[in-house]
Nanobody, 129 residues
């Protein structure tokens, strides 16, 4: 079973860019869809972006509005979330998750309950104004 491991978080300023990485261990991202979620204290985890197992279909939350790009690099068995024009309200812990192709990519935003997918430990992104 795949185990995602996130990295790349940090402290940046408003308007900066940042790229998060999600390394897959135990299996290949070729057989999983990959998604990014984020969570702030006191709020529910929210969907950010997803990419299907083939890397040809992507799906984004409305608030992304072209600022974020999700991708996979199969040679590195790693997924990425490239974030541009970061804002203070993008501050959150960002989680990477892998889902089997059983789930349609557009159903992934609803799959935050335990038992759905394999989740990483998260990486903190803090955007200062």
């Amino acid at each position: 079973q795949v185990q995602p491991v996130e990295s790349g978080g940090g402290l940046v300023r408003t308007g900066d860019s940042l790229r998060l990485s999600c390394a897959a261990s135990g299996s290949s991202f070729r057989v999983y869809s990959m998604a990014w979620f984020r969570q702030v204290p006191g709020k529910e985890r929210e969907f950010v972006a997803a990419i299907d197992l083939s890397g040809t279909e992507t799906y984004y939350a409305d608030f992304v509005k072209g600022r974020f790009t999700v991708s996979k690099e199969y040679a590195e068995n790693t997924g990425y979330l490239q974030m541009y024009d970061l804002r203070a309200d993008d501050t959150a812990v960002y989680y990477c998750a892998a889902f089997p192709p059983t789930y349609a990519i557009r159903s992934i935003p609803t799959l935050t309950a335990p038992g759905f997918g394999s989740w990483g430990q998260g990486t903190q992104v803090t955007v200062s104004s």
